[in-house]
């Protein structure tokens, strides 16, 4: 990651589109410039090296405001894919936050709550996005809160035009997934683990799979 | 051939019938600690080094005999044999694993592995339960947790050996009370986070 900020030492021109990739693998977290100084994140991971999520960083390497950011996006809760997510939407104030529709329910967030008091460590990406739902509930009160948008498939995420010198850009990003059967799915295993959490001993997470979203911009 | 314990090698010197040069060899036994002696066995002549040509440790050359009958000689060995205990282990790696999907048919099992040793990006295996023990066979089921550790074993005779290890996650179980703080959370959140909001298909502003 340090070869990548180091090569990028002044941020894009306003009418450039830059698309930029961060993690020890491939795409854990992805940084988008617009145009005309506005940014999209999707997904986070943490720069090793500072600590801090990788995105958060090269805004900083850019002198780019967390402020310019109009859009988060967190796609599933692989550890991979989540860490440093909170602390992006805490610095990212007036962000829109979107994820899938199958987290808004009861049992997911019931069994984010218990794993967060669990004593053992268990994969902590349930936990990570609960803190981000705090995050952007703590902002109930100010001018800058914008309700948390559910993604299913073939949906509009983000819509909104984009000025760059005196034209008007088109910026569209849509939810590719999670079909109505994926959600189906979610949620019975959701379930099925919130009563295997209450009613065994055994500590066990959601299947992964019906959690993920894409998108498409 | 007889075993006897005993903690002095010399004290059966007397008692056997060996070679002259075996004899000579023994009277140069000097006592050693209980715990460098756990077994020794009478060899061969021709097994052993001559003292004039082998200045090796005495007890090296024993051990590292041959076995074989030697009619009325003893074996001997001490009368403490310690198993060798774990003195330290040296973890190189460590996974978090989370069991995806379970074919019995196959007896293995995919599973999302988390690295956190060295923070590489999640991966996905296929491991056999052969490579679990038949203990935590019954928790191999979808969401089930499991760590897995690798590393370096070395016990108190300085034996070392590689270790990898999948131990699934048992024995827990959330109290009534984290329970019911949970639920009351979900309430809780479920109303804030959807108020003012809806799904997006019933939406026709995005963006804000």
């Known amino acids: 990651m340090k070869e990548a900020l180091s090569s990028r ?26 145009g005309a100084g506005r940014w999209i994140l999707i997904d986070s991971c943490i720069d090793t090296n500072t600590g801090i999520p990788a995105a958060l960083d090269y805004l900083n390497a850019l002198s780019a405001s967390p402020e310019a950011v109009e859009l988060i996006v967190a796609t599933h809760w692989h550890d991979d894919h989540v860490r ?18 199958g987290l808004n329910s009861h049992e997911f967030l019931a069994l984010a709550s218990l ?17 981000a739902f705090e995050q952007v509930i ?24 984009v000025p760059i010198a005196d034209r008007k850009l088109q910026v569209r990003l849509h939810a590719l997934s999670p079909s109505d059967e994926m959600l189906t799915r979610a949620m019975e295993e959701m379930a099925q683990a919130h009563a295997a959490a209450t009613q065994s001993d055994q500590v066990t997470l959601p299947s992964q799979v019906a959690r993920i979203i894409s998108v498409s911009l | 051939m007889e075993h006897r314990d ?13 070679p002259g040069t075996l004899v000579a060899r023994l009277k140069q036994l000097r006592d050693l600690p209980e715990a460098r002696l756990p077994s020794i066995y009478m060899t ?21 005999g041959r076995m074989r009958n030697l ?29 995806i ?17 060295n923070h590489c990006p999640d991966e996905e295996a296929e491991i056999e339960f052969d490579e679990i023990s038949p203990d935590d066979h019954p928790l191999i089921v979808p969401g089930a947790l499991f760590t897995w550790d690798i590393g370096r074993e070395q016990d108190s005779s300085r034996q070392i050996r590689r270790i990898s290890e999948i131990r699934f996650r048992r024995i827990f179980r959330f109290s009534q009370a984290a329970t019911e703080r949970a639920d009351n959370y979900a309430v809780d959140m479920l109303e804030l986070l959807n108020e003012g909001s809806s799904f997006l298909q019933e939406s026709s502003a995005c963006g804000g």
């Not at chain 1, 794993?115 to 803190?131: F, Q, V």
């Not at chain 2, 060995?77 to 282990?89: K, L």
């Not at chain 2, 999907?101 to 040793?117: E, G, M």
Request: charged letters at 20%.
């Open chain 1, 9 to 34: 030492s002044h941020p894009p021109a306003a009418d450039e589109l830059e698309i930029s990739i961060f993690g020890p693998g491939f795409g854990e977290s992805v940084v988008i410039h617009i």
């Open chain 1, 84 to 101: 440093g997510l909170a602390t992006m939407v805490n610095a990212c104030s007036t962000a829109q936050f979107a994820c899938s529709a």
């Open chain 1, 115 to 131: 794993y967060a008091e669990c004593p053992t460590s268990i994969p902590a990406g349930p936990t990570e996005l609960k803190r």
């Open chain 1, 138 to 161: 703590a902002r109930r009160k100010t001018p800058s809160y914008r309700p948390i948008k559910w993604a299913r498939s073939d949906t509009l995420i983000w819509d909104q035009q």
């Open chain 2, 6 to 18: 005993t903690a002095r090698a010399a004290d059966l010197v007397t008692r056997s019938a060996l």
């Open chain 2, 44 to 64: 061969p002549e021709d097994s052993i080094s001559r003292e004039e040509d082998n200045q090796s440790d005495f007890t090296s050359s024993i051990v590292a």
């Open chain 2, 71 to 99: 009619g009325d000689s003893l074996s001997f060995r001490s009368s403490t044999n310690p198993t060798p205990r774990v003195t330290a282990f040296i973890l190189e790696q460590q996974f978090e694993g989370v069991v």
């Open chain 2, 101 to 117: 999907a379970v074919d019995h048919s196959s007896r293995s099992f995919i599973a999302r592995l988390i690295d956190r040793t």
